[in-house]
């Protein structure tokens, strides 16, 4: 089992869109896979059908009252995809707790089940954000082909992140007509080299609209753009992330 936290400190870099997609593409491909949702906006969970305010057991849950994940796992509509769902308690984590730790003994307890989990990590530099560096065995940076963004990336990466950190950056919602698109993906693989996917996500409307639809791209438009972006992704993933 491997444990995968996407995280960028900016928002709107799509981290969602890309967990729930990766997510479904190595499902199809008969992987066992849980999505850890770790933002209060509850953002994974709507995305694949769950009410935005939940009942029964959730990370707030597991976090706070030492509920044991596996009575908060979820199955989705897809097979072989599992959820773990948020809610706006997890924002009172930082007053709450002062332990880095207690994520990576929650995600032990289901190490057997699954083949992969992937954390969706919320859009800051909080202590719930260093609970999943430090539970996750690798890391998946999306980030968009701008200046802020470019900004962002490189404070993740020199300030944040340990100089070894196992990380990938993930070019998401591209759009070539736009100059400084062109710019910063240069840059960004100019400057990170092999720890930049070669996959890249372009900016489709189709995944725009799969959140809205609750269903992944390979359900929502199979022959779409975004599809073929994620199946390259998910290729290239399990390469390496063995």
């Known amino acids: 089992m491997k444990t995968i936290a996407l995280i960028n400190n900016k928002g709107g870099v799509g981290k969602t869109t890309v967990a ?6 190595l499902a199809k491909d008969n992987k066992k896979i849980l999505l ?20 029964g057991i959730t990370m ?16 989705t509509y897809l097979k072989n995809l599992d959820i773990v769902l948020a809610e706006k308690g997890l924002t009172n984590f930082d007053r709450v707790h002062n ?36 539970a996750a065995d690798k890391l998946i940076i999306p980030v968009n082909p701008d200046y802020l963004s470019l900004e962002g990336l490189t404070l993740l990466t020199k300030d944040i992140l340990e100089p070894d ?8 919602n591209v759009d070539i007509r736009r100059r400084i698109t062109v710019e910063v993906i240069n840059h960004i693989r100019q400057n990170y080299k092999n720890k930049v996917f070669t996959s890249e996500i372009k900016a489709n409307v189709k995944l725009t609209e799969t959140s809205s639809w609750h269903k992944s791209i390979f359900d929502y438009d199979d022959n779409s753009t975004g599809a073929d972006n994620f199946r390259a992704l998910g290729k290239e993933f399990l390469t390496w992330s063995k």
């Not at 949702?37 to 509850?42: F, H, I, P, T």
């Not at 976090?63 to 009575?71: A, G, M, S, V």
């Open 165 to 172: 950190s196992p990380f990938r950056i993930l070019i998401n």
């Open 99 to 134: 332990n880095i730790y207690i994520l990576k003994k929650c995600i032990k307890q289901a190490a057997n089940s699954y083949d992969y989990i992937f954390l969706d990590c919320p859009p800051s530099s909080s202590l719930l954000t260093m609970n999943a560096l430090i």
């Open 20 to 25: 729930i997609n990766l997510s479904a593409c």
């Open 60 to 75: 707030t849950d597991i976090l706070f009252k030492d509920t044991p994940l596996k009575e908060g796992i979820r199955n």
């Open 36 to 55: 850890v949702d770790l933002d209060s906006q509850g953002s994974s969970g709507i995305s694949l059908g769950f009410p935005r305010n939940p009942t």
